[in-house]
């Protein structure tokens, strides 16, 4: 289970690989993302403060995405029909997975490494840009 070991998830940890079905079924790994820092997001539809944080994530995206930084998504929701109406709703244009667990976010540098936890806001913002 891929939160089991959350909170044995530190800052300056390996982010353990993981792979997951994407909203089209497609198999994408934690690994394919290797050279890029990720911000490993769990959400879901029926959670406000994830919503309020992908429209966030929706606006900063495109500064970011083309400067190495990528967003792998994992939705909780059990409907399909929710998540893809909320992914559609919030924009979202980054990586997308099913699963079940617990919301929260990691920020992974470009060599694997859990550089961030539970980032949001602002707070993202200022850590990304000192990454530039």
Do not use: M
Not at 56 to 71: N, R, S, T, V
Not at 77 to 103: F, L, M
Not at 111 to 132: F, H
């Amino acid at each position: 289970e891929l939160t089991s070991n959350y909170q044995e998830i530190e800052i300056g940890s390996t982010a353990p690989d993981f792979t997951l079905p994407d909203l089209n079924g497609k198999s994408v790994s934690l690994s394919d993302f290797e050279g890029k820092t990720v911000l490993l997001t769990f959400w879901a539809s029926w959670c406000p403060t994830c919503r309020a944080e992908n429209k966030h994530l929706a606006d900063i995206y495109p500064e970011y995405k083309d400067k190495g930084f990528e967003i792998l998504a994992v939705s909780l929701d059990r409907s399909r029909t929710n998540w893809e109406k909320a992914v559609e709703k919030d924009g979202i244009v980054w990586t997308q997975y099913g699963v079940y667990a617990t919301p929260t976010t990691f920020l992974i540098d470009s060599s694997g490494i859990v550089i961030g936890k539970d980032l949001r806001g602002v707070e993202l913002d200022q850590k990304l840009n000192s990454l530039k």
